[in-house]
């Protein structure tokens, strides 16, 4: 059984920052393809980035300039780094775990998800 936390979200001002971090074990971090989604009230889910095994990153356009994934498998946590954070963002933000690579950043390639955090931008 694949577990995931995600922490860090919250509420922050239009141009700021905010890094969530998402835990699980040393098995996870060797064996799947990890990655953030986020969810609007009433919507599904869109990608937001994913790192493979090999560490090869791929981020969706609208986050490719503010927003940057990365993992440290030491810590068996992965992050997302989210700046100049703008209203529009404000959702769900749910950690994801995949067998197969998710690229394209599709929802229905994950095989596990976390309980999610919220991140709120306020104008």
């Known amino acids: 059984q694949v577990q995931l936390v995600e922490s860090g979200g919250g509420s922050v001002q239009a141009g700021g920052s905010l890094r969530l971090s998402c835990k699980s074990s040393a098995d996870t971090f060797r064996r799947y393809v990890l990655g953030w989604f986020r969810q609007y009230p009433g919507r599904g889910r869109e990608g937001v980035a994913s790192i493979e095994l090999d560490g090869s990153v791929t981020t969706s356009v609208f986050a490719m300039d503010r927003f940057d994934i990365s993992k440290d498998s030491a810590k068996n946590t992965l992050y997302l780094q989210m700046n100049d954070l703008k209203p529009e963002d404000t959702a769900m933000y749910y950690c994801?775990?995949?067998?197969?690579?998710?690229?394209?950043?599709?929802?229905?390639?994950?095989?596990?998800w976390g309980q999610g955090t919220q991140v709120t931008v306020s104008s």
């Open positions: 994801a775990a995949a067998y197969n690579p998710l690229t394209p950043l599709s929802p229905s390639d994950v095989d596990y």
